[in-house]
């Protein structure tokens, strides 16, 4: 039977669940204190960055019958995130704050911190605000040394919060997009080499016919 349902469902396990995660808290903490909440864009980040974690879970659980679901709702999760992606750009632009490059070092920063909750994102966005201010350079360069002449990041007036934790949340998008890129490659070979239940459960009985016989 091991064969026939595979283990499923170790959805809490797989990182971008985990990342995913931490990209709805954060949503919800940011819409709460810049996004007006009776818009109608209050609610779709909201339910995006919910979207993506509900059909990680979602599509795990139905992995054991259904490779197929499971490809399907890993896809959704992608697609309810990139659009998440979209909304905080949008956010930026919207207010002529700068999207960070993808080389930004505060970019680097934020993902070689390993935040595992929203307030520990919080914390770096605080810790970031202050240090741009303080220097004119991300966290990063400060602790690398780099001057002002020397990295892209170097900002000119003091970085906004709004525009520190949108870039936050769209680095963690980004981290959690390329996690699922990854997950759909290795589960749409999965599908291809080994099927779904149906072809597992027809080569079972393929099996025990020829035992009987």
Same mark, same amino acid.
């Given at each position: 039977m091991a064969d026939l349902i595979p283990r499923h469902g170790?959805?809490?396990?797989?990182?971008?669940?985990q990342i995913a995660q931490l990209v709805y808290d954060v949503t919800v903490r940011f819409c709460q204190r810049y996004v007006e909440k #009776? &818009?109608?864009?209050?609610?779709?980040?909201?339910q995006?960055? #919910? &979207?993506?974690?509900q059909n990680i879970a979602e599509g795990s659980k139905a992995s054991g019958t259904s490779k197929k679901t499971e490809l399907k709702l890993t896809n959704v999760a992608r697609a309810s995130l990139e659009e998440l992606r979209l909304d905080y750009e949008d956010f930026l632009r919207q207010r002529r704050l700068p999207l960070w490059e993808r080389d930004d070092p505060r970019r680097e920063d934020?993902?070689?911190?390993?935040?595992?909750?929203?307030?520990e994102v919080a914390a770096w966005v605080r810790e970031i605000h202050e240090s741009d201010g303080r220097h004119g350079l991300s966290g990063q360069d400060r602790r690398n040394g780099h001057s002002t002449k020397s990295t892209k990041s170097t900002v000119s007036t003091r970085s906004t919060y709004p525009e520190i934790a949108a870039n936050a949340a769209l680095t963690l998008i980004a981290v959690a997009c390329s996690l699922l890129d990854r997950q759909l490659a290795a589960q749409a070979q999965a599908f291809e080499q080994d099927g779904g239940f149906t072809e597992?459960?027809?080569r079972r009985r393929q099996e025990a016919r020829g035992r009987g016989q």
């Open positions: 170790g959805y809490r396990k797989l990182k971008s669940f #009776r &818009s109608r864009t209050h609610d779709q980040m909201v995006a960055a #919910r &979207s993506g974690v934020l993902i070689a911190r390993r935040c595992g909750t929203a307030d597992r459960l027809y």
